[in-house]
């Protein structure tokens, strides 16, 4: 009797250790997470296309940028991210500008790479590519440059002083010059018919005080 009582207890205390034993499995194996939850969107939709390597939210880092804008931006960046590895490389870009109709020099393209290249690893991230319109849409962006035939090629309007409204920002700032200048102009034109008009005038009174004494003679 007091045998079996011992093998019951044996057997029990085994059945424990073995479930204590799969229950650590358990808790050491990470929790799946379903397709579509926010961590994954965190990675994967609101950050760089294929996952990138850090967390990274565009609609809170670019906020001067609209949700339709980033999706236009981020569309045309996965279209022309051939290896689909979340990012654009030498070789993608150079597809990229020829396709645009702005074809590049191997230079023009390294140094399109370094202007935005925040890692230095010379190639495009997403959020290195929101970057270029960033640039533009700030006005920094040289108007000969790469970059800037990239930001306006790419038919995205970015914000009213973005790509295409970098042109007409800079137009209106050009004729803002031109017409300063013609009104200075103007002005010193009018002075100078002023400053004639008083010679003339005060000519004109030595004569008249010359003839006066001539006459009083």
Known sequence: M???LAERLGRRLGMREGDAEQQQQQDAEPTPVPPGSPAI???GSEGSPGGG?????????FREFSRRQLRDM????????AGKDGFIDLMELKLMMEKLGAPQT???????????DEDLDSKL??????????KA?????????GLHALA???????????VKGAKSFFEAKAQAVTEGSRFEEEIRAEQEEKRRQAEEMKQRKAAFKELQSAFAQ
């Open 152 to 162: 306006r090629l790419s038919e995205i309007d970015v914000s009213t002083e973005g």
């Open 2 to 4: 007091a045998e079996e």
């Open 74 to 81: 981020e569309r045309l960046f996965r279209q022309y991210d």
């Open 125 to 134: 991230s997403f959020r290195e590519f929101l970057l270029i319109f960033r």
């Open 41 to 43: 969107r965190a990675v």
């Open 106 to 116: 191997h230079l023009g393209l390294k140094n399109m790479i370094k202007e935005v």
């Open 53 to 61: 390597r850090r967390l990274f939210s565009p609609a809170a880092e």
């Open 137 to 145: 849409a700030a006005g920094e962006l040289q108007e000969d440059s």
